[in-house]
């Protein structure tokens, strides 16, 4: 599993995130808090606190590099 912090301050990111992360066939989680919700589920999304970054964990053995580099845009340090 990798573990990245992301942003999604926007409707519109947090609409193209979702279409990023429908297109791998692995599981991904946004933890804030104590609450995890799927990744994949906009409406979920939209019940967390985006005003500050979220964990994004990604369940992936194989291409969590190439994950990364498409989710580069809303990854923050």
Known sequence: MKT???SLNSID???SFVNE???YDAEFDLVSGRYVIDAKS?????S???SKPIDLNIH??????????KLAP????
């Open 13 to 15: 990111k947090v609409k």
């Open 74 to 77: 809303f990854i923050v340090d």
């Open 21 to 23: 992360v429908t297109k």
């Open 42 to 46: 906009i409406m979920g999304i939209f």
């Open 48 to 50: 967390l606190d985006l």
């Open 60 to 69: 992936s053995e194989n291409n969590v590099e190439e994950i990364l580099e």
């Open 4 to 6: 990245v912090k992301i």
